[in-house]
């Protein structure tokens, strides 16, 4: 057949190299089975499929595997043994093609001289290259640095240029003259290529560009045989110099092109695409092969309907699914296997998301700072806790709880050699019972310690030492296997990914002892080696386990030449979809233009092409486009859907911008009775779901209503008494360390913790105000270091003088007491034994409780309980406890009620005897210490109220003893930003706007 672009091969004829062919394949079938075909039909001869003379080029290498299949399938239907041909994708071609004089080095090793060359720059040239170079101490931007530069050497190598050739044509038409920044980079590159050099290595682009200019070095051959002849198959672009190192060829260039051959003007002289050509092309794309829908899932969704609408009548394994966007991966691969089909990605799990690598690269953060936030990260890897076991921490310490209880104690910001609550920060512990001795030295500071030295004793001894990247090696292996010891079973998922990352670590360390000694003089701490360590794997990926009878998952380029019967493309949507870059700091669209570096034009006319070779060879694929990402974030839709004649775009442009109706019918469905296993995809109707919140609607204790409540206890059965029930009989509460201030709560237990230390000194109630201010501030500033340590966060020492001005007041108010008489009787009293007996119904209930402040003046026998408050607002004691108008007031608190009933049961902590003497005139109120001024508050009730307050807590008690607390979602409390929301439905399945009961009540008092 006579190619009619013949012309185009004029400008890759040498003197020694004859023309390069074409063969158009046409597109009636996908482009590897042709391909084979046409081998076969053309080199079958004398008994034996002989293609030991071919050298095939491919652009992948799972093009290569299925191309031999493939060939073997001919030569097995022809009955003939194969001489299969050398295979070889196109990245590897030159040095196939020539044999280098030195040899490559290790990728640890050419990184490492990257970062040489660009620290080896001077102040002035590093200021030219970017604004803010990198410290010199830190290895870890140094290394970020080096591999972008690579990465650019890499791209422009791929033309056959260097970074000089790039710095001269910054001098051309381009909006931005970079040739000064371009100029440095040159100067970095040739301080790599001598560093290489040095070693006895090649840099590959370098080696290439030497290669062509003294020509071709090619292995020997037998006298009187020719060069192999090279073919093409599926090569639609090619760098600027492979076509270099083609036309340099002394043997034949062979290029199978997948199309027809009508379309020969559309390629060049090597069946590459022609950007100008394609430009102007249109693709037919039916309306039943798109489907538009909003989110990933709904993408999935549309590919799980498609494998359904098969009918079983193709198994999985000829199935296979595009997905050019990976934010939808994880979608269809759930989806897929909701419904009883095996799914595998053939580009693997990324080795960044597997488990080892998370921990060392949490590791490594908290090594470099030790901060708090960095331990809490690091203690919460599931694999770290088994390690620690087996160094000394205990197993009723689980370094999470560990963890959650110092920093809910401490608030730390960093775990330095002297940390709060350890031995050696001289804490103080508090006196006597109440707030005060909730802080002490203790579990937490005890736990956290062992927890560190396990630690410690984990890393070997080598945290806190410098080292060469070579020398980091051995200990970072033993590492490894001190994290993880024993034996592991490929088919076990987690082991899967350990054993591949294992793998992949120890190619990296051998790259490390490969460094030479002049490329590996900087001794780096640990944090430091590791993250150069992973920054060598983050680009790896878990291969997934082989399965035959799995639908395949396959990037966008791969797609062309799979020839799975069933194509789905998932992602249709920029910038996916024809790929396309920008925003490149160094290389901007112009600039790639004009060195001939893959542009976005040229990007969109390969895939343009791509998908319209896939249409033609298989026209029953269906392309899903999305309106939405993950994040809804809107999605543009594929240039390549508006490649088509006018009238069909105006009509596609309407569909695109409309909503779709049928969207939430793509969602998927589990399907438990799909053919799981089986490798066909099941029809059958997806299985009713039943699920219920909350999952106990009625609760009740298993060990029977207690015998005893503290008086703080019956605000919250008033207010719900589930929710009571799911934090005191199920034990269900918060744990989080999110906290970078003293919340409420926790500030009110300062300021009970350090009132509490200035009423126990002697002849605190005879202190006028300026030795009341002093001593509280005194009290104040010792409790806060102990408790926080000599660097605390900066919130915390905010709320430090916040609640220094408030103890101000706090003095004015104590020392107006002090000079009208009034005696500090007792400090966080509590009634002896277990409680005091409060009668219901004939039979006893202990009431338990902690009062802050006894007071009694002498002169008129008045004794007053007393309530220490620090919320921000003053508050009323009736306000607190009673809501409501008229004869609808009820009461919501009854805690200043039952301090009455308290009273008979305090003993003098001096004689044991009753503090109180029987009869004497009681008031209830509050200490306020609110943002405003301070102040005492007396609660002023008659004996009616009263006596309806302790019918309402023999109500409440009657309550707990019928031991049945059942869900009301009309009076609940919970809302749905409350951590208990999710369990009853609130914030989940509820609407957004849908209102929720509950007083919503919160306050910043101490509750014992």
Not at 820 to 848: K, N, S, T
Request: net charge negative; hydrophobic share 40%.
């Amino acid at each position: 057949m006579t190619d009619p672009a013949a012309d185009l091969t004029a400008d890759l004829a040498t003197d020694s190299a004859p023309l390069p062919t074409r063969h158009f394949l046409g597109w009636e079938r996908p482009a590897l089975p042709a391909a084979a075909a046409w081998l076969a039909d053309r080199y079958a001869s004398a008994g034996v499929l002989d293609l030991s003379e071919l050298r095939v080029v491919l652009p992948g290498t799972r093009a290569r595997r299925r191309l031999l299949e493939l060939l073997l399938d001919e030569a097995e239907s022809r009955g003939l043994p194969l001489l299969p041909p050398d295979l070889v994708t196109a990245g590897a071609l030159p040095e196939r093609l020539h044999t280098p004089v030195l040899p490559a080095p290790h990728p640890e090793v050419e990184e490492a001289a990257w970062r040489l060359a660009l620290k080896g720059l001077g102040p002035e040239s590093l200021a030219r290259l970017l604004p803010a170079p990198p410290s010199d101490g830190d290895a870890g931007p140094w290394s970020s640095l080096a591999t972008t530069v690579a990465g650019l050497h890499a791209q422009v190598g791929s033309e056959g240029l260097t970074f000089d050739d790039v710095a001269a044509r910054c001098r051309g038409d381009l909006l931005y003259n970079d040739e000064e920044r371009w100029k440095v980079l040159a100067e970095a590159q040739r301080r790599f290529r001598r560093s290489l050099h040095d070693a006895g290595l090649r840099d590959r682009e370098g080696a290439r560009l030497d290669a062509l200019e003294a020509g071709l070095s090619l292995p020997p051959r037998p006298a009187g045989s020719s060069e192999p002849t090279l073919v093409l198959v599926g090569v639609v672009d090619l760098p600027g110099v492979v076509r270099r190192f083609l036309g340099a060829w002394p043997g034949r260039v062979l290029a199978l092109v997948h199309a027809p051959v009508e379309f020969a003007d559309r390629f060049d002289a090597l069946g590459a695409v022609n950007p100008e050509q394609w430009d102007a092309a249109h693709l037919r794309i039916p309306d039943q092969n798109l489907r538009v829908v909003t989110r990933p899932d709904e993408q999935a969704g549309a590919v799980v309907r498609h494998v359904r609408g098969l009918g079983g009548s193709r198994s999985a394994e000829e199935i296979t699914v595009g997905v050019p966007d990976p934010e939808v991966v994880p979608h269809v691969v759930g989806a897929l296997e909701g419904v009883g089909v095996p799914a595998r990605y053939a580009g693997g799990r990324p080795m960044h998301r597997t488990a080892p690598y998370r921990l060392l690269e949490a590791l490594a953060r908290f090594l470099d700072g030790r901060s708090y936030d960095a331990l809490a990260e690091l203690v919460r890897h599931p694999d770290l806790s088994a390690a620690l076991r087996r160094h000394g921490v205990r197993a009723d310490d689980p370094p999470t709880a560990v963890t959650d209880d110092y920093h809910a104690l401490h608030l730390p910001a960093v775990l330095g050699t002297r940390m709060p609550g350890g031995p050696e920060s001289g804490e103080r512990a508090g006196s006597g019972p109440g707030p005060g001795a909730a802080y002490r030295r203790g579990a937490p500071s005890s736990a956290l310690f062992r927890l560190r030295g396990a630690l410690e004793s984990l890393l070997g001894g080598a945290d806190g030492q410098r080292r060469s990247l070579a020398a980091w090696a051995d200990p970072f292996r033993g590492l490894l296997l001190a994290l993880y010891p024993g034996e592991f079973d490929r088919n076990r998922p987690s082991d899967r990914d350990l054993l591949a990352f294992a793998g992949a670590a120890e190619r990296a360390l051998e790259g490390f002892e490969a460094l030479p000694p002049a490329l590996d003089r900087e001794a780096l701490p640990m944090h430091q080696a590791l993250r150069l360590l992973l920054s060598r794997l983050r680009g790896d990926a878990v291969p997934p386990p082989a399965d035959e009878g799995a639908v395949e998952l396959l990037g966008w380029l791969e797609l062309h030449l799979d020839d799975a019967a069933e194509l789905v493309i998932t992602g249709v949507n920029e910038p996916f979809l024809p790929e396309s870059v920008s925003a490149d700091p160094f290389l901007p669209q112009t600039l790639r233009s004009q060195l001939g570096l893959a542009d976005n034009r040229r990007r969109r006319a390969r895939d343009l092409y791509l998908l319209s070779a896939i249409l033609a060879s298989r026209p029953g694929t269906l392309l899903v486009a999305g309106r939405r990402d993950a994040s809804g974030n809107p999605l543009r839709p594929s240039r390549l859907l508006l490649a088509d004649t006018p009238e069909a775009v105006a009509r596609r442009v309407l569909s695109l911008l409309e909503g779709d109706a049928g969207d939430a019918k793509d969602a998927p469905h589990p399907d438990p009775a799909g053919a799981a296993g089986s490798g066909r995809p099941s029809s059958g109707p997806p299985a009713p779901a039943f699920f219920t919140l909350p999952p106990e609607p009625v609760i009740s204790a298993p060990g029977g209503p207690p015998d005893r409540i503290a008086v703080t206890t019956f605000k919250g059965l008033l207010a719900d008494p589930y929710r009571y029930a799911l934090e005191r009989v199920l034990d269900l509460d918060r744990i989080t360390d999110e906290a970078r201030e003293l919340e409420p709560m926790a500030f009110g237990t300062l300021a009970h913790a350090v009132v509490e230390r200035w009423a126990r000194l002697p002849g605190a109630d005879r202190m006028p105000e300026a030795e009341i201010f002093k001593a509280l501030s005194s009290a104040l500033d010792t409790h806060f270091d102990d408790r926080f340590g000599a660097r605390p966060l900066p919130a915390l020492r905010l709320q430090r003088e916040q609640l220094r001005a408030r103890l101000r007041g706090y003095a004015t108010v104590q020392a107006d007491r002090n000079r009208e008489g009034w005696q500090i009787m007792a400090v966080e009293a509590a009634p002896a034994g277990e409680g005091v007996p409060f009668h219901v119904d004939g039979e006893p209930i202990l009431l338990r409780g902690r009062i802050d402040r006894v007071d009694r003046h002498p002169g008129t026998g008045t004794w007053q309980l007393l309530d220490l408050k620090s919320s921000e607002k003053a508050q009323d004691p009736d306000a607190v406890h009673r809501r409501g108008r008229g004869s609808a007031r009820r009461w919501v608190d009854l805690q200043l009620p039952l301090y009455r009933l308290l009273a008979p049961g305090l003993r003098d902590e001096r004689t044991g005897e009753p503090l109180l003497p029987p009869g004497a005139p009681v008031e209830t109120g509050y200490i306020l210490l609110p943002g405003s001024e301070a102040c005492i508050a007396l609660a002023d009730w008659t004996g009616s109220e009263l006596e309806e307050a302790e019918e309402t807590a023999a109500e409440v008690v009657r309550m707990l003893r019928a031991n049945r607390f059942a869900w009301n979602p009309a009076s609940t409390s919970i809302g749905g930003d409350d951590p208990l929301g999710p369990l009853v439905g609130r914030g989940v399945l509820q609407d957004d706007d849908e209102d929720t009961p509950g007083d919503g009540d919160s306050t910043g008092d101490f509750d014992d």
